[in-house]
Structure formats: structure tokens, C-alpha cells
Nanobody, 126 residues
Framework: QIQLVESGGGSVQAGGSLRLSCAVS????????MGWFRQAPGKEREFVAA????????GVADSMKGRFTISRDNHKFTAYLQMNNLKPEDTAVYYC???????????????????WGQGTQVTVSS
């Protein structure tokens, strides 16, 4: 059993940047594939970005490519989501997720993840 805690959310103007962090309890962090999802008001939760267990493979949703980057630091048991050139439509609650994975695979579906954080709010104003 692991726990995920997101941080780094907040309010920013369009064009600004934020870096979200997802701290994972336990020394088995290196065994987990990581993902980020988001849910805007009145909308379903959607995939944002994901990274494989070994960190070599990543995926980013098309609407966020070139602006969002996922990374991980196995020594700090933390995953990150760097968000640049933020837009008002990026306003949402952002969730990180984790699941034991196979080295080269990343996962983009919610049902592929067993563990979830509580979410952190990101608000982008125009």
C-alpha cells in the first residue's frame, strides 16, 4: 500500500507556469508507473501525462504536448508535472496516479492505476 500526495497547484495567469509534485510514500516508488490526470468542472477526468516504471517512456495528451512534461526522481520518491504556457482551459483539479508496471510501458487509462492522490487545484485566469 502506498500513498500519493500532490502539491504545487495554485492560481496563475495565462501564459504562466506551474510545477506539480506527487510525493509517494514507501521505498518502492521505483517499481511504479506514474500518471497525471485532470478533471475540470462539469467534465470527466482526462489523461494528461504518464511515465513508465523505468522513466524511459512517456506520453502526453495531444492538447498538452509541447507545454507539459512529466518526470520522476526515484531518490526523492516524487513525480512531477511541469506545466508551461498555461491556458484558461487547463483549469482543473489535477490528480497523480501510480501502479506497479512493466518497465517500458506507460498507462493512459484511469482503470490502469490502483493508487490515486487527493488532487490539487490549478486555476488559470485570462
Amino acid at each position: 500500500q502506498i500513498q500519493l500526495v500532490e502539491s504545487g497547484g495554485g492560481s496563475v495567469q495565462a501564459g504562466g507556469s506551474l510545477r506539480l509534485s506527487c510525493a509517494v510514500s514507501g521505498r518502492t516508488f521505483r517499481n511504479y508507473a506514474m500518471g497525471w490526470f485532470r478533471q475540470a468542472p462539469g467534465k470527466e477526468r482526462e489523461f494528461v501525462a504518464a511515465m513508465s516504471v523505468n522513466g524511459y517512456t512517456t506520453g502526453v495528451a495531444d492538447s498538452m504536448k509541447g507545454r507539459f512534461t512529466i518526470s520522476r526522481d526515484n531518490h526523492k520518491f516524487t513525480a512531477y508535472l511541469q506545466m508551461n504556457n498555461l491556458k484558461p482551459e487547463d483549469t482543473a483539479v489535477y490528480y497523480c496516479a501510480a501502479d506497479r508496471g512493466i518497465s517500458d510501458n506507460y498507462y493512459y487509462r484511469e482503470d490502469q492505476y490502483e493508487y490515486w492522490g487527493q488532487g490539487t487545484q490549478v486555476t488559470v485566469s485570462s
